[in-house]
């Protein structure tokens, strides 16, 4: 039996299995926002939402294995001492997968170019270019020079994947912005959030990152139709029977196409075999109030094969964010 006045001083979250372990939940992070704003204590979570929780300093984190070891902490029986922020997993350096760089990238000078001036100006960019031509590849690696992301802008970015449930599994827990590529058959929802229990789509996932929609006209007309005002405002607005939510949803929109529905107009090592009709209707597609939100069109053409043989490798991430942040410095 526990004391009241004592759980008045903690804010406990976790979900529990029948063996009384815990279990990571979702959202620990903006709980422990809440708390210390509220002025609690102290916050008892599982240990993989504590990891996560801890980088609100303000708070002090305390995590537990079980129920049995919260109330020999809450009773006095037992010691525990708050997480060390600065230790925190969720401040690594991007590992394995996620650690791609620039230099990677083969030829596309012009492509390459267009992207860093997007990248220092703030822009939006649409690529156009046949399959192969990198598109892909690029996108992938512009996170890698964006300037890091501050300590805010990072606990805002933790703060929607929590609430997504997608730190729950103890992956995705590096230090950067985020990339997010959804597939064209996405439905509204999924792009814009939503649901039953409102939780945030994809914009809100590449909240201060990178959005990448390949095969951009692929996409229904009314998901491209609804990602226009969440780009005008940063935030998107869910209404639900049971209330509003409003997310954050800042990010840099990067969309690729092919230039014709078989991909390869103008390319001079294949035939492309669309018609007139098919090649408007198929870019009609994308509309027009979208496209205005988009300042930058760049057509990436094919590699040839001695670029991709070409065994030196491209300036790095590193170098190309030095030029970048300076620009953005100034336009803040
Ligand atoms: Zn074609």
Same mark, same amino acid.
């Given at each position: 039996?526990l004391k009241?006045e004592i /759980?008045q001083?903690?804010?406990?979250?976790?979900?529990?299995?029948?063996?009384g372990q815990?279990r990571p939940v979702?959202g620990?992070l903006s709980m422990?926002?809440?708390?210390a !704003?509220k002025?609690i204590?102290?916050v008892? /979570?599982?240990?993989e939402?504590a990891e996560?929780a801890?980088l609100?300093?303000?708070? &002090?984190v305390y995590a537990v294995e079980s129920?049995a070891?919260a109330? @020999?902490?809450?009773?006095? #029986?037992m010691?525990?001492? $708050?997480l060390?922020?600065?230790r925190s997993? =969720?401040?690594?350096?991007p590992?394995?997968d996620?650690?791609?760089?620039?230099s990677?990238v083969k030829?596309q000078?012009n492509?390459r170019r267009?992207? !860093? %001036?997007?990248?220092?100006?703030?822009?939006n960019?649409?690529?156009m270019g046949?399959p192969?031509s990198?598109k892909?590849m690029?996108s992938?690696?512009?996170?890698?020079i964006l300037?890091?992301p501050?300590?805010t802008? =990072?606990?805002?970015?933790?703060? %929607?994947?929590? %609430?997504?449930?997608r730190t729950?599994s103890?992956?995705?827990?590096?230090?950067?912005?985020?990339? +997010?590529? $959804?597939?064209?058959?996405?439905?509204?929802?999924g /792009?814009l959030?939503?649901?039953?229990?409102p939780?945030p789509?994809?914009?809100s996932?590449?909240?201060?990152?990178?959005l990448?929609?390949?095969e951009?006209?692929?996409?229904k007309r009314?998901?491209?139709?609804?990602? @226009? #005002?969440?780009?005008?405002d940063g935030?998107?607005t869910?209404s @639900?029977?049971?209330? &509003?939510i409003?997310?954050p949803s800042?990010f840099? /929109?990067?969309?690729a196409m092919?230039?014709?529905p078989?991909? =390869?107009?103008?390319?001079?090592?294949?035939?492309?075999r669309?018609s007139t009709?098919?090649?408007?209707? =198929?870019?009609? +597609?994308?509309?027009g109030?979208l496209?205005d939100?988009?300042d930058?069109?760049?057509?990436?053409?094919a590699?040839?094969?001695?670029?991709?043989q070409?065994r030196?490798?491209?300036?790095?991430?590193e170098?190309?964010?030095?030029r970048v942040e300076p620009? @953005?410095r100034i336009?803040v």
């Amino acid at each position: 039996q526990l004391k009241s006045e004592i /759980l008045q001083d903690f804010l406990i979250a976790g979900e529990l299995a029948l063996s009384g372990q815990t279990r990571p939940v979702r959202g620990a992070l903006s709980m422990t926002m809440l708390a210390a !704003e509220k002025g609690i204590k102290g916050v008892i /979570l599982p240990l993989e939402s504590a990891e996560e929780a801890c980088l609100v300093e303000s708070s &002090k984190v305390y995590a537990v294995e079980s129920l049995a070891e919260a109330i @020999r902490f809450l009773s006095g #029986q037992m010691e525990l001492v $708050p997480l060390d922020a600065s230790r925190s997993p =969720y401040l690594m350096e991007p590992q394995g997968d996620e650690a791609v760089d620039f230099s990677e990238v083969k030829g596309q000078a012009n492509l390459r170019r267009a992207v !860093e %001036v997007a990248v220092a100006g703030g822009h939006n960019l649409l690529m156009m270019g046949p399959p192969g031509s990198g598109k892909s590849m690029v996108s992938k690696r512009i996170p890698t020079i964006l300037p890091a992301p501050s300590k805010t802008e =990072y606990l805002e970015i933790l703060g %929607v994947h929590s %609430v997504a449930g997608r730190t729950c599994s103890g992956d995705n827990r590096s230090f950067c912005r985020p990339f +997010r590529s $959804p597939h064209h058959t996405i439905s509204d929802v999924g /792009l814009l959030g939503g649901g039953v229990i409102p939780g945030p789509g994809e914009i809100s996932l590449a909240h201060n990152g990178v959005l990448f929609l390949d095969e951009l006209p692929e996409f229904k007309r009314s998901a491209l139709e609804v990602l @226009r #005002q969440p780009l005008e405002d940063g935030q998107v607005t869910i209404s @639900r029977s049971a209330g &509003k939510i409003t997310l954050p949803s800042r990010f840099m /929109l990067v969309a690729a196409m092919n230039p014709c529905p078989c991909g =390869y107009l103008g390319d001079p090592s294949r035939e492309c075999r669309c018609s007139t009709p098919q090649i408007q209707k =198929y870019r009609a +597609r994308v509309s027009g109030p979208l496209l205005d939100r988009i300042d930058i069109h760049i057509e990436a053409p094919a590699v040839r094969i001695e670029e991709l043989q070409e065994r030196s490798l491209g300036e790095s991430s590193e170098t190309v964010r030095q030029r970048v942040e300076p620009c @953005r410095r100034i336009q803040v």
